[in-house]
């Protein structure tokens, strides 16, 4: 497989429910995101990893809880979510130098997205 | 609170047309751009980035970034039917890692 990979690419939950969203990337990147689309809205980050360790916590609900193990793969955990909450999840991963250097770390390339629908 | 602007169009350009698409930002100390492409029902696509002051070109793609105006633009040359699609633009990642898209020009090229 090649690039950004996310399981499921469709989720249907109840409120009560706990699920994850899982995301793997090929390309040897070494920060990866979680972007929340929703209709009519622009894309907002979630969370970021850079090399395993959570950078940024763009004040998202504790319902929302991120996962990176190592530096291809990145979970969402999702319990108690509200109806609110379905949207697009989009992964992405981009590379980011280990001096920190960022300029390319906006060259995202994003999965194919977890369509999500709370009832 | 750092914005990006752009208008949300339909931009409707006939087959061959020049599509011109903008985009405004409110951090000056910006200084990395970049357009992304999204079509219906897909994820968005990068295709051009730019890093500094003036053109940059791409095949049909010219980016174009004024810091002094905090203004970008992405042309289009010979615009094509398949490059009806959503337009991101982006910028902002640079003393974090928080990249502030706008909401998209949605591009509609008539045969």
């Known amino acids: ?17 706990k699920k994850s969203l899982k995301c793997e990337q090929h390309l ?44 291809s793969h990145l979970f969402l955990h999702l319990h108690t979510l509200q109806p609110e909450d379905s949207a697009l999840y989009l992964c ?26 709370v009832l | 609170q750092k914005e990006v602007e752009q208008n949300s169009g339909p931009l409707s350009v006939p087959e061959g ?4 698409l903008n985009c405004t930002y409110s951090d000056r ?17 990068l295709i051009m980035s730019i890093y500094s002051n003036g053109d940059k070109e791409d095949g049909r793609f010219t ?11 992405l042309l289009i040359r010979d615009s094509q039917p398949s490059d009806s699609a959503t337009y991101l633009c982006a910028g902002g990642m640079d003393s974090s890692y928080k990249l502030i898209f706008g909401s998209g020009t949605r591009l509609l090229v008539r045969p």
Do not use: D
């Open chain 1, 1 to 17: 497989e090649t690039g950004v990979t996310q399981t499921p690419r469709h989720l249907v939950m109840g409120m009560t429910n």
């Open chain 1, 28 to 71: 040897g990147h070494n920060a990866m995101y979680w972007y929340k689309q929703s209709a009519k809205k622009p894309l907002e980050l979630m969370f970021v990893y850079n090399f395993k360790e959570q950078t940024e916590n763009n004040s998202v609900p504790s319902r929302f809880s991120p996962e990176c193990p190592n530096s």
């Open chain 1, 92 to 117: 992405a991963s981009s590379h980011v130098t280990s001096g920190g250097y960022k300029i390319r770390a906006g060259e995202l390339f994003f999965g194919e997205g977890s369509r999500l629908t």
């Open chain 2, 17 to 20: 047309a020049i599509a011109s």
């Open chain 2, 29 to 45: 100390g910006s200084q990395s751009f970049f357009w992304y492409r999204q079509y219906s029902g897909k994820s968005p696509e």
């Open chain 2, 63 to 73: 980016a174009q970034l004024n810091k002094a105006s905090q203004y970008v633009s």
